[in-house]
Nanobody, 125 residues
């Protein structure tokens, strides 16, 4: 069992930055690929970024490439999402998720075994 708790969301002006954190409980954190997803009001949950469990390869949706950076600290059981140059369209609830020893299809919600409760990010224009 893995519990995930996100933090770091808030209100920021367009062009600003936020850093989200996702703290994981339980052992074997390094055996999980970690992903960030977001869900805007009235829309489906969508993939944002992921970091693979052993290679540390990273993946991003096109709309955030060059602006967002995912990273992980296996010693602290934390995954981060650094978000720069934020835009109003980045406004959403951001969720972190864990997929046990998974390389494939990290962009799909069904790949993930555990989810956090989410943290709100609001970008004002």
């Amino acid at each position: 069992q893995v519990q995930l708790v996100e933090s770091g969301g808030g209100l920021v002006q367009a062009g600003g930055s936020l850093k989200l954190s996702c703290a994981a409980s339980g052992r074997a954190f390094s055996s999980y690929s970690m992903g960030w997803f977001r869900q805007a009001s009235g829309k489906e949950r969508e993939f944002v970024a992921a970091v693979a469990w052993s290679s540390d390869n990273t993946y991003y949706t096109d709309s955030v490439k060059g602006r967002f950076t995912i990273s992980r600290d296996n010693a602290k059981n934390i995954v981060y999402l650094q978000m720069n140059s934020l835009k109003p369209e980045d406004t959403a609830v951001y969720y972190c998720a864990a997929a046990y020893r998974s390389y494939r299809s990290l962009v799909t919600t069904s790949r993930y075994d555990y989810w956090g409760q989410g943290t709100q990010v609001t970008v004002s224009s």
